[in-house]
């Protein structure tokens, strides 16, 4: 297979979700923010994430203590619905990149079903993935593998990600965010809204088959399907930056991961992504299937999403709409 070279402008087929240059060209450590070396400080540690993973893992363990069927058919379907739904297509595709355009309500749903991923607030995940795409595999890459594969999947969770102004690094990286209202208060739900979710399957469970059931799904349903959602978003920090082939040249590490690509509903066509990150369609070759972007061919198709970014230029958004118009003529 060919691999496609991408010139854009300064090396990069990217957005303007860039931070500045200097006159040399070179990102400075002001504008970039902490490095990897500057956040791995005691001081700097987010107790509160390592918490929260930390409480979500050692839940995991009792898993097989709780196991029903109908637990593992509701964590698959949670899995998809807060995986695929609320990360790949509403944190990811939708609010980080603004591969399409729907309506306020729908964006706070997906907002709303991707905080329950169990990932963080909204502000927080999309401000640190920005900062990936401008950084990637660089100096302030909050999670390149190439300061340690671990470190790219879960510890760089460990430590903020800011310069001990959080604020300010939300409204550097996501101030379109940052002014909605909505967004913020997203932020003091994240708890509330677990806890709410974590009754109301308990209560379900119990209410259909007693503490036994109730217990299942609030296992399995809350915490075997966040913590697998978690490791499956991760892989494409990691894996898909170490492992798999590439259809372009980008100035980064990222990879086509085919295994990441299943268990994380498409994304781990990551050098797709990373050639081209506003493109709503991560699969680009006939075998690169990806299950989100069918979701949001489907709210197309039903008038909820409208004006996706499926092209990779002007030239090929133009011949794929004649071709649009030509089939409904």
Same mark, same amino acid.
């Given at each position: ?171 550097? $990286? ?131 999403? $409208? ?23």
């Amino acid at each position: 297979m060919s691999t496609v070279v991408v010139t854009p402008p300064k090396g990069r087929p990217s957005s303007s979700l860039r931070p500045a240059s200097d006159e040399n060209g070179d990102k400075s450590k002001k504008e970039i923010g902490p490095t990897t070396a500057d956040r791995k400080r005691w001081d700097n540690v987010s107790y509160w994430a390592v918490g929260w993973l930390a409480f979500a893992h050692l839940v995991v363990l009792a898993a097989p203590f709780t196991f029903t069927w109908t637990g593992l058919i509701v964590a698959l379907v949670l899995h998809w619905v807060t995986g695929s739904l609320g990360i790949c297509l509403g944190y990811h595709r939708l609010l980080t990149h603004t591969g399409m355009k729907t309506y306020n309500w729908v964006r706070y749903f997906y907002a709303t079903v991707g905080t329950l991923a169990g990932e963080g607030a909204p502000l927080d995940w999309i401000a640190d993935h920005r900062k990936h795409h401008a950084c990637s595999d660089q100096e302030g890459d909050p999670h390149t593998p190439n300061d340690g594969g671990i470190w790219s999947h879960i510890f760089w969770l460990a430590f903020h990600t800011h310069n001990g102004d959080r604020v300010a690094h939300l409204k550097r $990286w996501a101030p379109d965010l940052y002014k909605e209202r909505g967004m913020r208060i997203l932020d003091y739900l994240f708890l509330p809204l677990h806890i709410a979710a974590s009754l109301a399957l308990l209560g379900i469970g119990y209410a259909i088959g007693g503490w036994e059931l109730g217990l299942s799904l609030l296992v399995w349903g809350m915490f075997v399907r966040l913590v697998t959602v978690l490791h499956a978003t991760w892989l494409v920090n990691s894996a898909s930056h170490m492992w798999g082939y590439r259809n372009y040249e980008t100035t980064d590490d990222s990879r086509n991961n085919w295994l990441v690509a299943i268990v994380a509903y498409g994304e781990g066509w990551h050098n797709n992504h990373h050639a081209y990150p506003r493109m709503a369609k991560h699969g680009h070759k006939w075998w690169e299937f990806d299950i989100t972007w069918q979701a949001i061919r489907l709210m197309r198709s039903v008038g909820l999403v $409208w004006d996706v970014v499926d092209y990779r230029n002007a030239a090929e958004k133009k011949e794929m709409q004649a071709a649009r118009e030509a089939a409904s003529s």
